[in-house]
């Protein structure tokens, strides 16, 4: 080969090379380059939104990019996701999923996207523990033994609210019945919000609720707490007994929230939409907020919160079929 001709393609290469190193380095500079989308599958005041709210707020603080939050409640939060999932796939619309959306895929015969294929996983934002909560004034002396006792006492005259049929404050209700023999009558609702409301008028007696939402209602006297999952206390509620401690030692059910991308999201403006919410969720004033509602920064990234994800998909199957939970 002519060593002009080698040179002149091995000097192409190299500028090629070099411009798209340019491009991918200059979009990782540049985005967020105005505000960003963040959709939230509930309406505002669930446990989605006392994460994604602070947590925007810190995002638009530290990249002078404003994170709108927008809201698209419905349908145990898949119509939200449906709607993210068709988003353009240009990093300006995220979508904050939790625990809700692993458990779609064995609840919903049809849904419109697949988290698995039709998002990217960015970053597990939060892990916040399970809390059995009961409305204050119709409860007011009661522990979780007497209350036990009531819903032992009264089979089917007994309620608690969920966020929707499919998500995890219903299975967590189907999981409890299970392990204390129990039963008690779901009434689904189209959010966390709107549960909690009815909770604190009285309307149902009790919902196996995220702490991230129920935080606040308790610390007001709104609502009671009766008893955290898995086999350690709160240091939010220290005064609040865990499941284990309950004689409920399998009674495991934790609530998270994560971020994802639709499908097609240049990988370079992922990496960089991970930085800027693993900053925003890392400020001291994130902490204080997280803290404050017993939840975790998990900060669980990419191909980590991939396999998690697929775990938690595996392990709420089980759970669906063996309660025959099915949508109301």
């Known amino acids: ?35 960003v ?22 995002f638009t603080r530290l990249s002078g990019k404003t994170l709108v939050i927008d809201n698209r409640g419905g349908a145990g939060g ?20 939790a ?33 059995l909560v009961v409305n204050s004034k ?3 002396g009661v522990d979780f033994k007497s209350f036990l006792a009531q819903v032992k006492s009264n089979p089917g005259k007994l309620n608690y609210g969920s966020a929707g ?5 219903h299975l967590a209700g189907e999981l409890f019945k299970q392990q204390t023999r129990t039963f008690i009558t779901h009434i689904p609702y189209r959010g966390a919000g709107p549960a909690l409301n009815d909770l604190i008028a009285g309307n149902v007696d ?17 609502i009671k707490a009766l008893m955290v999952s898995g086999n350690k206390r709160s240091a939010a509620f220290p005064d609040v007994p865990c499941a284990a401690e309950l004689d409920l030692p399998d009674y495991n059910v934790t609530t998270w929230y994560g971020i994802w991308a639709p499908a097609g999201t240049p990988a370079d403006v992922q990496a960089r939409a991970i930085d800027e919410i ?39 199957a089980q759970v669906v079929k063996a309660s025959g939970a099915k949508l109301d």
């Open 165 to 169: 049929s499919g998500t995890s404050h």
């Open 278 to 316: 693993s900053k925003a969720a890392s400020t001291d004033e994130a902490k204080v907020v997280w803290a404050g509602q017993g939840a975790e920064f998990a900060n669980l990234r990419g191909p980590q919160f991939d396999a998690f994800v697929k775990g938690e998909v595996r392990k709420w």
């Open 99 to 131: 625990v809700h959306h692993a458990i779609a895929p064995s609840m919903y015969p049809k849904l419109d996207y697949d988290i698995e294929r039709d998002f990217v996983p960015l970053i597990l934002v939060a892990s916040v523990p399970q809390v």
């Open 37 to 58: 989308s963040l959709v939230v599958p509930f309406p505002a005041g669930g446990g989605t939104d006392a994460f994604a709210r602070p947590l925007g707020a810190q």
């Open 206 to 222: 009790m919902m196996f609720d995220g702490l991230g939402s129920s935080a606040a209602h308790i610390k007001g006297g709104r």
């Open 138 to 140: 119709k409860y007011a």
């Open 1 to 35: 080969m002519n060593p002009d001709v080698k040179r002149r393609d091995i000097l192409r290469a190299a500028m090629a090379g070099a411009a798209v190193y340019s491009t991918v380095g200059h979009a990782q500079a540049t985005w967020p380059s105005r505000a």
């Open 78 to 97: 898949t119509l939200g996701a449906g709607i993210a999932a068709k988003a353009a796939p240009d990093g300006y619309t995220l979508f904050m999923g």
